[in-house]
């Protein structure tokens, strides 16, 4: 097996896996909704994982972002009658354009991840609050009906699915090029130590601010597309509770800085919340202690731990991303001199 | 005229929901995002007490127990871990998990308790003071406000433990080096922390209502305060409040909520990127 495709295999083992789903699911709707908004979580905590996992940044504004994308894309081709597909374009690219910007102001402010967290979340929030406030454009609490206003994901079950899981297999696809890439040996340095990083001459803020664009990009991408496929958009589908929190958990569920780790974080996230959902408000509690339980006794996530009881049969082959597989940050700064050789 | 005095009393109370993210911030470097469930906690438990029949006094004061506890509580469990950290790693972790534990609590009440709500009717609506027409709940709430201040003032000057915790605020360090029973003032401060967030609890109350879903909202307004008013000053919290209060009443009354709360908002990115230290950091 040449090494381009042995690195691409667990990509491919994913993609391949995901698009017999729905011929496992038999076409209920219901279930393909279901897995649906599994890829649209998995799409967004890839991303937050580059964000957070790889760069520091703790985005507390996923939502905001999709919520750019979705709102963006739904009032171009509505107000301005743009074509869909070049209306999803522009509002992947606005929404990639402020989080660029935000990334680009936290790191020239020399801002912790304190900070900007705290910036991000005033950012969501005033974001909602001006979508709830432009009553006359985005009808408040009210929402839009989205039907006939996107590429036509609402319609079609099948359509939706596999459109999300291009996307995200072309976003896994482009974690594992970039980290099997020199950039992949500076984005580890700089995620252990920004001023050891700024010293051995990577240029810290062009990486965090190009990563927290793309990243920006895919959510507003994934952002638009849900708001096509969900038929219908409001202020509340897209806040913290409902789109930041699910993604710091699958994120935290399936192990951070992994390949697989935002995937497998969702799919399991997704089976938690099927199973708490007819509780009503109790899908809030159990948010919270998941997310409590998780920080404390579970930081390394599935993924690590699977592979950490497989090691030893499989080969380092089936890592996800190479240099970023390690469990703990411990043991990847072991193994990054090395591995960067 | 009407309008800067709800908006004084307004701070007043928002000065007392914020002093405590601001103390315990100084004096533990953690954040804690469930501050604003704790009060919520206090009012349900008020108001639980008075669906009971009980004494209106007697429930207040439990229901400010109630929060300060709730606060102290947080603090052996969740905060413990936290604190055997350091540095943007204590921050971080006490981020996420006062963030779990705020959802979980706001889950709790939402789910527990829908429809308790905590509404303290005053007999009478207004009085004239001064030739103005003045709520008496405003008042009330002022007069709370204040007297609540001027036991705080008055511990942190006058008792050697208060002198502990501002000692703990300047330089930690310094203050276990100088013998400060660190973890002492700490237990105290949190159960402070709650108790005040317990009275202002108390002035929604007064001023309108205060429901079970109420928490997110409280943690965000004393989020904006101590961003603006500097992480580790009570002068400038204070202050903070006092401004940020007037201009609340003031923005409602002539535009309306949403652009309120994004002026206010706005303020605080705006302070995080020109005085990362707050507006009134230097303030003694």
Known sequence: ??????????????????????????????????????????????????????????????????????????????????????????????????????SYVSVRRGFGVLFVGIVTLAVSLMLHNLLLGLREVTNGETGIVTRGL??????????AYYTLLAVLVASLWAYRWLFSSPHGVALHALSEDEVSAELSGIDVTRYKVACATASSGLVGLVGALYADLNGFISPSVYTVGHVDIPVLIALLLGGMRTLLGPLVGAVLFSAVDELVRPFGQLTVLAYGVLLVVLFLVFRQGAVPLVQGAL??????????????????RAEVGGGGPEAGR | MGVVLDGLVLGLQLALLSVGIVFVYGLGGVLNLAHGQVAVLGGLATALMLQARQHPVLSGVVGVLAAGLAALLLDRSLLQAAYRRRGEERLLLALILTLGASFA???????????VALSLRLTNPSVEVL????????????????????????????????????CIIQNEAGALLCGVDVEQARTVTLFASGALAGVAALGQGFFSYLGPDMGPEFTILSLIVAVVGGVRSLAGTFLASLLLGVVNAALSYWVGTYLTWIALLAVAVATLLVRPEGLLAYWP
């Open chain 1, 1 to 102: 097996m040449s090494p381009s495709v042995r690195k691409a295999l667990p990509v491919l083992a994913a993609a391949a896996v995901l698009s017999a789903v729905p011929a496992v699911l038999g076409g209920s709707p219901y279930q393909m909704r279901i897995a649906t908004l599994m890829l649209v979580l998995a799409s967004y905590a890839v991303a937050f994982n580059v964000l957070f996992g790889h760069t520091n940044q703790l985005f507390l504004c996923v939502g905001a972002l999709a919520s750019l994308g979705g709102y963006g894309s739904v009032l171009l081709v509505r107000d301005l009658h743009v074509f869909p597909l070049a209306a999803v374009g522009v509002a992947a690219v606005l929404s990639a354009g402020v989080g660029g910007f935000l």
């Open chain 1, 150 to 159: 996107g590429v036509g994901l609402a319609e079609d079950p099948y359509r």
């Open chain 1, 311 to 328: 090691s030893h049969r499989l080969r380092p082959a089936f890592r996800p991303a190479g240099l970023a597989g390690g469990a703990s």
């Open chain 2, 105 to 115: 609590l706001d889950g709790l009440f939402t789910l527990r308790f829908p429809n």
């Open chain 2, 131 to 166: 030739g103005v027409t003045v709520r008496t709940a405003s008042l009330a709430v002022g007069a709370l406000s204040l007297a609540t201040f001027g036991l705080l003032l008055a511990f942190l000057k006058g008792t050697r433990l208060g002198k502990a915790v501002r």
